[in-house]
């Protein structure tokens, strides 16, 4: 593929502007014809004729963006074009001849030979490929391994004795009492239930686990239904309890 150059000060060259749209749309129609045929910026005629009118052919040629045959151009790279044919002024300026690109061609496709050669030439590296068979011929690769071993958590799922000693540290730490064997089973249950009715998979369950005991505030309940609160009881509470206790003792002390 060729290339129609247009310098791009065109726009506010004199004879483009002396030449008004309608001409040079005439003019850049005819420059990619030329840059595509290799004509080395003859327009034959007949291709003038049907790309534009006989008003913008006459203004090309009053402006000097096109020769007819006979011109006196001074330019040693404007030719002479044939009787009833037109030639692009100064297209050699600035586009390349068709000698030349038939050559840049030649040695990209000599390039390109050369290349396909070596590529097949027996022993050479890198040379062609064997033929592979045809598509539904090829065996269907093994299946990929699971790229993780993630299960549903068993029904009867249990923390390991690491998990429940992390998770006794972790609310020391964080200041929250420590679970009894009850409580740690009654929420090893409901982190079970949790996990399976949210149908969640997992390649391992300690750590998760150990997260669900740390943070578990809620009221645990203890056998026989009583609820044991697993927070200490607030200061105001503390307050109160201690004027009931002292309440008691003053009626106890005036009733002996």
Request: hydrophobic residues 35%.
């Amino acid at each position: 593929m060729s290339w129609f150059a247009v310098d791009d000060n065109a726009d506010t060259h004199p004879k483009i502007i002396a030449a008004k749209n309608a001409a040079v749309g005439l003019w850049m129609r005819a420059g990619s014809y030329a840059s595509q045929h290799l004509t080395d910026g003859i327009v034959p005629g007949v291709i003038a004729k049907m790309y534009g009118s006989k008003a913008q052919i006459t203004k090309l040629v009053e402006v000097g963006l096109w020769h007819e045959h006979g011109h006196t151009c001074p330019r040693p790279k404007c030719q002479q074009p044939a009787p009833g044919d037109y030639y692009m002024h100064d297209y050699l300026e600035y586009n390349p001849a068709r000698a030349e690109v038939t050559a840049r061609r030649e040695r990209a496709a000599a390039k390109k030979r050369d290349y396909r050669e070596r590529q097949q030439a027996p022993g050479a590296q890198g040379g062609r490929r064997p033929q592979q068979p045809a598509y539904d011929e090829q065996p269907l690769p093994d299946p990929a391994p699971p790229t993780s071993a993630a299960r549903p958590i068993p029904a009867d799922w249990q923390p390991s004795a690491e998990d429940v000693e992390t998770a006794q540290l972790a609310r020391a730490d964080a200041g929250l009492p420590q679970l009894t064997a009850q409580q740690l089973d009654q929420v090893t249950r409901k982190f079970v239930r949790r996990q399976l009715d949210d149908q969640r998979v997992a390649p391992a369950w300690g750590g998760r686990w150990q997260q669900w005991a740390e943070n578990e505030r809620t009221e645990l309940a203890a056998p026989g239904g009583v609820v044991v609160p697993l927070q200490q009881p607030t200061r105001s509470q503390q307050q109160v309890a201690g004027l009931d206790r002292l309440r008691e003792r003053l009626n106890g002390g005036s009733a002996s």
